[in-house]
């Protein structure tokens, strides 16, 4: 049993319910998909709580944009950046500052594993955006109908399973190419040997699909199970609120879900 973490975006109440929620149901192996910083007003805190609670985790785009250098965000998520870095380069302590920064210049693109699913084993890829451009891909539902496609030549690239983040918007994508919100599976992806599944978890620090709870998913055997917890986002709001350069749409975004 594990459960895959993305998107966090320096939103400590949100993680920290999460991993409250997480350590409630006895689950010891936490995964993380990347966006562990920006936009939110708590990236020290975000990072230390991944560096010590993930096995491991791929480069986010927001990652790669305060490691190395914003590439195509807007301004409010460029300003959000640029001010995690100065957050992050002002650490009086060595120790803490190298470990943040090697973790966040070490970030793998993808990763991949065997998991054991009971009778069968499952092929399991791992990265923030898509299985062909892993930082930087938006891979919407709508895709499914405006450009099916490029949903089909995204499976191409898919073994079996690949978890992704990035849009923030939870849900299953089969190659037919089809979408279904966790809602429309009722909360569980049953992963089969002779099926393809591209698997958003959606994003625990800001979640865009207008339900405003942290989400999340954990695999028991053969089962995906999509998680939402609640979380205090008015305290969040506040702290964003309070730092002028982070752009007040942040925190108005956290209470509406979007
Ligand atoms: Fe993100």
Avoid at 20 to 38: M, Q, S
Avoid at 46 to 57: Q, T, V
Avoid at 211 to 216: E, G, I, K, M, V
């Amino acid at each position: 049993m594990f459960a895959i973490l993305s998107d966090i975006h320096s939103n400590l109440e949100a993680l920290t319910a999460v991993l409250e929620d997480i350590e409630k149901r006895g689950i010891k192996t936490i995964y993380c998909l990347g966006d562990v910083i920006g936009y939110g007003a708590n990236p020290k805190e975000c990072l230390d709580l991944i560096i010590e609670k993930a096995s491991w985790c791929v480069l986010g785009n927001h990652d790669y944009a305060v490691f190395y250098e914003p590439t195509n965000f807007n301004y409010g998520a460029e300003q959000a950046s640029f001010w995690t870095r100065e957050v992050l380069e002002a650490e009086l302590r060595r120790d803490l500052s190298d470990r943040r920064w090697r973790f966040l210049g070490e970030l793998p693109m993808r990763w991949s594993l065997d998991a054991d699913m009971g009778n069968s084993k499952a092929i399991m890829e791992f990265v923030h955006a898509s299985p062909r451009r892993p930082i930087n891909e938006y891979i919407f539902p709508d895709d499914v109908y405006t450009n099916p496609a490029k949903v089909r030549l995204l499976f191409e690239r898919v073994n079996h399973i690949c978890f992704v983040g990035h849009t923030h918007m939870p849900g299953v994508f089969l190659d037919e190419p089809d979408f279904y919100l966790p809602s429309e599976l009722d909360g569980v992806y049953p992963i089969r040997d002779d099926e393809k599944a591209i698997i958003n978890i959606g994003s625990v620090g800001q979640p865009r699909d207008k339900d405003n709870r942290a989400s999340y998913v954990y695999v028991n055997k053969n089962n995906v199970h999509f998680v939402r917890v609640k979380y205090d986002f008015q305290t969040t709001m506040k702290k964003i609120s309070a730092v002028d350069r982070l752009d007040n749409f942040h925190a108005e975004r956290l209470r509406d879900g979007r």
